[in-house]
């Protein structure tokens, strides 16, 4: 967006090597790049190719968002369980408990899933003293997660869909197996 680059111009050429040799593992590889650093990209907006010069930034997403619906519904959307997960989500959820929330709404539709150690900070947040995960590797050796007795005392539900994944399967299947949320 800085570069002047809009939705729908299609990237032809990365530092002048044609995006359809590179594939799309090789353009994302040749686009990524350290912060400060540049990249030439060739476009193409409505049958005209331009270049410009792109400036690499580290940008970093929203991982969880929140609002309270009507009837003091608090709705959190939780986009992946990758980096700050926790953080936000956890962040959220005191925001709609202070807000008096009356019950909490995940929205892990879409969630591709994320990482191990925030699924269990969330879980371990939100669910009573307990085991929250466990895994064996390969060498046999077990790890088990636990939840201390602190937990959230509101009626909770999970939205999921066909494109939820991984961490975010287990979120609704471990908040449904303890009774805390549907």
Known sequence: EDSGIEAGD????VNGKATLELG?????????????????????????????????????????SCE???????YIKINNFDSRCSEETI???????????????????????????????????LLPEGILFQSVDYAGEKNIDYSDASCVKLPMAVLVN???????????????EYGAAT
């Open 91 to 125: 962040a959220c959820i005191k925001k709609m408990t202070d807000a008096g929330a009356k019950s909490l709404l995940f929205d892990v539709r879409f969630n591709p899933g994320g990482l191990k150690d925030e699924l269990v900070k969330v879980l371990d947040y």
């Open 10 to 13: 299609i990237l032809t050429k």
């Open 24 to 64: 799309m593992t090789g353009t994302k590889d040749e686009v990524r790049g350290e912060a400060g650093t540049t990249v030439d990209l060739t476009l193409e907006r409505d049958g005209k190719e331009y270049s410009v010069t792109v400036t690499r930034k580290s940008i970093q997403t929203v991982v969880a």
């Open 68 to 74: 309270m619906l009507s009837g003091k519904i608090g």
């Open 162 to 176: 066909q494109d939820s994944y991984s961490a975010a399967e287990f979120f609704a299947a471990a908040l449904q």
